[in-house]
């Protein structure tokens, strides 16, 4: 893959990880084949079901609802989703009323335990800054449509805060099993620039 | 809208993806990634330090886009914001990463692409 606008060597980013990580791993402060498990970790094994399972979770045990907006680091560890970026998490409602929009204005905080790495998208400085100047434009590109007497509520994430929107529970799912609506909730829809998924 | 943006961004079509994203486009993100997070649980720095350098490099990045420049990736910020944290706390300087850089290139192309 030839890269024309590429500078000299030492401008060439795979070259400067490397130089990176040979010095970190000589001053024995990392292990390469940590580094290839940890990044197996966040490409197969952490992502949105993992958010799923405790949406769905609080959608059928009200206790558990109210555990997850009291204190929701400690709900979601019942699961055993914590680490890095899952400290002091806050779950934010949608209601017939409400609507919350999660966004990163300085960088691409994101809660990782429980959503994985975030989308391109989110990471984008468009995002950033029409998430908070004009969400309701945002929402429409993502085809969610509100009536204009729902409040959108724009949260926006920290280092010290990360937020999950615990979306409504679809019409017609009364009859479905906690598993079964799992399925309906998707990453988007826990970001807030979408509801979950109509069975 | 009824208002003109403040800025060229703000004015941009938001890109809606679906949610298969690839986490990382070439395996060098993919290290430099675990390098942060593995130093962070190391006690190197906290979480919120590395933000705060990281949200520079980030913010230098958005200025370019907004002036109509051509920025930084996402993981090259976090790579660019990863040196400079690293130089601060004195884990390592700018001249040991160019000598290293400088050794690496000399060896020849190590990283061949495969597609």
Sequence with gaps: MPKPHQGPAESDPAIRVRALEAILTEKGLIDPKALDALVDTYESKVGPRNGAKVVARAWVDPAYKQRLLSDATAAIKEFGFSGLQGE?????????????????????????????????????????????????????????????TVEVRTWDTTAELRYLVLPERPPGTDDMTEDQLAELVTRDSMIGVTKAKAP | MDATPASPLLAKALPVTVDADVTFAEPWEAKAFA?????????????????????????????????????????????????????????????????????????????????
């Design chain 2, 35 to 115: 390098i942060i997070v593995k130093l962070a649980q190391a006690g190197c720095f906290t979480w919120g330090e590395w933000v705060e350098c990281f949200s520079q490099e980030v913010a230098a990045a958005t200025a370019v886009e907004a002036a109509g420049g051509r920025p930084k990736t996402y993981y090259e910020q976090w790579l660019s914001a990863a040196e400079t944290l690293l130089v601060d706390k004195g884990v390592t300087s700018r001249e040991q990463l160019l000598a290293r850089r400088l050794a690496i290139g000399a060896a020849g192309p190590m990283h061949v692409m495969k597609t």
């Design chain 1, 88 to 148: 002091d998490m806050v779950v934010v409602e949608n209601t017939p009323d409400v609507h919350n929009l999660v966004v990163c204005t300085l960088c691409s905080c994101y809660p990782w335990p429980t959503l994985g790495l975030p989308p391109v998208w989110y990471k984008s400085a468009p995002y950033r800054a029409r998430a908070v100047s004009d969400p309701r434009g945002v929402l429409k590109e993502f085809g969610t449509e509100l009536p204009e």
